[in-house]
């Protein structure tokens, strides 16, 4: 009987997959939807290929997850991914659903599924990943996703011993996850210690998540990423499998410590949270048995996804295109800082970071502004920002609490026209930063910050 619910439910979402097709509409989640509608064990119905890794976390996911896609199509495997859909419990339906024959079979070999938090109850259960990659567990929306002891909580309870976990050991929250699971790989960063430790504007792990004792520090290097130590119960952050041993940001390589020696490869992108992505990915393909010349080919010739990270330049500048999701503090505050720390004067920010699809039972939550470490943007090396659409208020008033200069921000009320509240001409670098759901008016903003700047380039010749 569940097995003949689950053929129906998969040959109506199938059905419903055509039909949207033929349509030309998306079909990320609505045929999951129909299939769980039918049957709502639907994801525990398939043949599932050899090996299943889940990619969970609240920051990176999507890096990690394309990069694994990425490396593993350059050699030679089929791979099921959900990148370009929705990570949660229907649009992970949808996509097997898409890759399986009619009697629910998956002929690919591997299965990269990029696993929301929350939907963690609502998917290992049904499907108990060989392996799951977790990058970090850092407050989110608070609505969404309310404490990251919940967060951490429902992972490890959805998991079973079954799964080979590959852990951040620079994250206490992750590292510590499911401890039923016994098989465990480490991966993080040694390079580059800070000498001072970073006074973190907010930390998700203040207390010991085993005796509840006062945690101390070796280091940490942003909010409670570092080595932590308890001296009560004598947990500590764990020792790394795969560390990151060197950066060399100049010819942009980075040297992986694994039980086996050690490695170089080409860096992808500068930001110092994407190398913790790029040492979980690591870590979980020599796992998964690629050797370290099978690895390289995907960091030689990848790039992150356009829409996350763009750079051009445009005569004697650079224009950084960032997505900054709104509601979700502590990625913004990494942007922030990333941008502070890049070489360069009088830079210019422009900001479209409203959260309007955050707007239920007539109200989007701005709490998430007080969680985001403005204290960056007032670096000396950051000359404009400009704040746009219907938050700009409360973007200018927590821009103040933070200790920025005044006369250098410029509040535009139309999120369009937001590229006109930068003056060209003496700015330095410029970084639009925007949320996910503001790709429209992006784009414009987009667009007229490269006239501006070409028109700007032109008349400096
Ligand atoms: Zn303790």
């Known amino acids: ?68 896609t990425d490396i593993l199509t350059k050699n030679g495997y089929r791979v099921t991914n959900n990148s370009y859909g929705s990570n949660i419990q229907a649009g992970i339906a949808s996509v097997l659903l898409q890759d399986a024959d009619l009697f629910g079979k998956i002929h690919t070999d591997v299965a990269v599924l990029e696993v929301d938090e929350r939907s963690s109850l609502r998917v290992y259960p049904f499907i108990q990943p060989d392996y799951l990659i977790c990058n970090n567990i850092m407050r989110d929306s608070v609505k969404r996703n309310a404490h990251t002891e919940f967060i951490s909580y429902i992972i490890s309870s959805a998991l079973t011993e079954k799964t080979h976990l590959i852990l951040n050991a ?46 101390k520090h070796e280091y940490l290097r942003y909010n409670h990423i570092g080595r932590m130590y308890c001296e009560n119960c004598g947990l500590k952050s764990p020792t790394p499998d795969f560390a990151v041993t060197a950066i060399d940001w ?7 410590r694994h039980p086996a020696g050690e490695d170089t490869y080409t860096l992808i992108n500068d930001n110092i949270v994407n190398v913790f992505n790029y040492c979980g990915v690591i870590a979980m393909l020599t796992r998964l048995g690629l050797k370290p010349d099978q690895i390289a080919l995907g960091f030689d010739s990848s790039k992150i996804v356009k829409s996350r990270f763009d750079k051009m330049t445009i005569g004697k500048r650079d224009l950084y295109v960032l997505l900054a999701k709104g509601q979700n503090p502590i990625a ?34 701005t709490c998430w502004l007080y969680d985001c470490d ?65 790709t429209k008016d992006s784009a414009v903003i987009k667009k007229e910050l490269i006239e501006m700047m070409e028109g700007d380039a032109a008349n400096e010749n």
């Open 1 to 68: 009987m569940k097995k003949i619910r689950f053929l129906i439910a998969l040959w109506a979402s199938k059905a419903a997959r055509l039909l949207l097709r033929l349509l030309k509409r998306k079909a990320t989640s609505t045929p999951g939807k129909v299939a769980l509608a039918i049957d709502k064990s639907f994801l525990a119905g398939f043949k599932l290929p050899k090996t299943v890794i889940a990619v969970t976390g609240t920051n990176g996911k999507t890096t990690v997850s394309n990069l694994l």
């Open 170 to 215: 620079d994250c206490l929250n992750t590292a510590t996850l499911a401890q039923q699971c016994k098989n465990r790989t480490y991966f993080g960063l040694e390079a580059e210690k800070p000498e001072v430790s970073a006074e973190p504007y907010i930390s998700d792990v203040v207390y010991c998540p085993t005796c509840g004792g006062e945690l």
């Open 250 to 256: 100049e010819n942009s390589t980075f040297t992986v």
């Open 332 to 365: 913004l505050a990494r942007t922030f800082d990333y941008i502070a720390h890049l070489p360069g004067e009088n830079k210019g920010i422009v900001i479209n970071d409203d959260d309007l699809e955050d707007n239920i039972n007539n109200s989007e939550s």
């Open 374 to 438: 403005f204290r960056y943007l007032a670096h000396p090396s950051i000359g404009q920002i400009v704040f746009a659409g219907p938050r700009r208020y409360d973007q200018m008033l927590r821009a103040k609490m933070a200790g920025i200069d005044e006369s250098k921000v410029t509040l535009v009320e139309q999120p369009e026209k937001a590229a006109q509240g930068l003056m060209i001409q003496g700015c330095g670098d410029v970084f639009l930063l925007y949320e996910m759901y503001r």
